[in-house]
């Protein structure tokens, strides 16, 4: 075991440490959060570190639990677990801009993270009262749906995901450890939502052929 020295100046005490599963061949790149909020980028944190501080001027000075990982280092979910803060946030550009992500969230503390392998805007969250879930983290309003069934309110500190079959375990506080298969579920806006279609079939009567055509329009260009 070695010691490495991130040389942040940052007197708080870090409160996540992970490992990026995209850290390029033979290297070792960290997502680092602290107590009070800071957020940082390790990149060759084996050898000679490359610190960068992804976070934003934003951020509550809260203790940051958790930071999720998505395709890629430029995605991240970063969560906090005090009440009474801003406890989700999102960038698609590695921390140069933040989105806040709360939505419909209750204040509570927020202790886990999980994107859906197969889908970014689908996340997991493990809160002070039990799961909930959202696939709408690229839309503007996020909203997030509680998922109690089997589990209740009950206090979650972690996930992890299996992603050959799609299952994901949830460590309870003091009622163990429950399981679930996670479907991928791609949102559809209404506007998506409003398409029908137009079919046109010619000549009508028709003797010997018969010509069908299909094309797909925006309902609200239908007139009766």
Not at 128 to 139: A, K, R
Not at 166 to 176: N, Q
Request: proline residues 7%; contains cysteine.
């Amino acid at each position: 075991m070695s010691e490495i020295n991130l040389g942040t100046a940052n007197t708080a005490p870090f409160s996540f440490v992970g490992f990026s599963p995209h850290s390029p061949s033979g290297t070792t790149t960290l997502i680092v959060g602290t107590q009070s909020g800071r957020l940082y980028k390790v990149e060759n944190a084996h050898s000679q570190p490359i610190v960068t501080d992804i976070g934003s001027p934003a951020f509550p000075t809260a203790n940051i639990s958790s930071v999720a990982i998505g395709p890629t280092d430029d995605t991240l979910l970063v969560t906090f677990s005090n009440y009474g803060v801003s406890s989700v946030w999102q960038t698609f550009d590695g921390g140069n801009n933040w989105y806040e992500c709360e939505g419909n969230l209750p204040d509570m503390p927020i202790r886990w993270a999980i994107y859906h392998p197969q889908n970014p805007a689908q996340a997991m969250l493990a809160t002070e009262t039990g799961i909930w879930t959202t696939n709408m983290l690229h839309e503007p309003s996020t909203e997030w749906i509680p998922a109690p069934e089997g589990m209740g309110n009950v206090r979650v500190d972690m996930l992890r995901l299996r992603e050959n079959d799609l299952t994901v375990i949830a460590a309870s506080h003091g009622r163990g450890m429950f399981t679930t298969n996670w479907d991928v579920d791609v949102y559809t806006s209404q506007e998506e939502n409003q398409t029908v279609l137009d079919i046109r079939v010619y000549p009508n009567p028709a003797k010997d052929y018969l010509t069908v055509e299909t094309s797909y329009v925006k309902a609200e260009t239908l007139h009766c």
